[in-house]
């Protein structure tokens, strides 16, 4: 009889758990595709969203459920990372329209989404799910998209658990090489607010340029004279 019950209790275990990584995958699967969909060369299709919600809802109601560990750290981060994404969208189309995220007060500190079995604020995903337990990936910064212009652009692909790694090293070179976000002229640099917002984030293990340089193909000289241009809050709208 001990045995049944164990057996019992090992299959009705194994079974939660494929019930469990299906729910993800098939989250990660969708948003993939809601992504792909919406958002263009750096930029999202509210508009369109707007007139048809139910992918986006969807997919909210799926996050909504999963929960994922520390201990699981690229699919973690992976689904932490297209939440975060996915109800910036969601904000965006509850207060459309609006020329700015900061229209809506609250935006990113107060706005509560059901994600991951609880009740949270932009700002929490980022720093408490993300930042708060990874603290040594800077390259967050680099692929969480707050809707504003100033951001380094949202892709028009989920992140997956396979290809994470990946996707933050591309994301960061893209935005670190891109001249409208580092901006050298001569002996001066002027970086975004990002790097003023977030500096113990990036100086870590040396400075500011030291960790720029580090995905540039052109390096900055390390004695720059360093500046911060201010950010761009409009929306990153088609």
């Known amino acids: 009889m001990k045995k049944l019950i164990i057996l019992t209790i090992t299959l ?5 758990f494929e019930t469990k ?36 809802n969807s997919l909210l109601e799926k996050a ?3 929960e994922v560990s520390t201990s699981e750290a690229n699919t973690y981060q992976s689904f ?26 609250g935006f990113f500190e107060k706005v509560t989404y059901e994600v991951g ?3 949270i604020t932009l700002n929490d995903i980022e720093n408490k799910k993300l930042r708060g337990v990874f603290k040594k990936e800077a390259r967050f910064h680099f692929v969480l998209v707050c809707a504003g212009l100033g951001c380094p652009p949202i892709i028009n692909k989920a992140y997956q658990p396979s290809s994470l790694e990946s996707q933050l090293q591309k994301q960061t070179e893209i935005a670190l090489n891109n001249p409208n976000f580092i901006k050298v002229k001569g002996n001066e640099v ?3 607010q990002i790097f003023e917002w977030y500096k113990s984030d990036f100086t870590q293990d040396g400075t500011e340029i030291e960790f720029i340089n580090r995905f540039r193909k ?5 004695k720059a004279k360093v500046s911060y241009y ?3 809050w409009r929306l990153n709208a088609k």
């Open 12 to 16: 009705i275990g194994l079974s939660v």
């Open 21 to 56: 990584a299906q729910d993800l995958q098939s989250f990660f699967n969708d948003a993939d595709v809601f992504f792909n969909s919406y958002v263009s060369d750096g930029k999202v299709d509210y508009r369109a969203i707007i007139k048809s919600p139910e992918q986006l």
């Open 64 to 66: 909504e459920k999963i």
């Open 80 to 105: 932490w990372i297209n939440a975060y994404n996915l109800s910036v969208i969601k904000g965006v189309i509850d207060n459309y329209p609006m020329k700015s995220p900061l229209d809506k007060k």
């Open 117 to 119: 079995n609880t009740s």
């Open 190 to 192: 002027q970086l975004s």
């Open 218 to 222: 052109e390096a900055i000289p390390e």
């Open 230 to 232: 201010s950010y761009d």
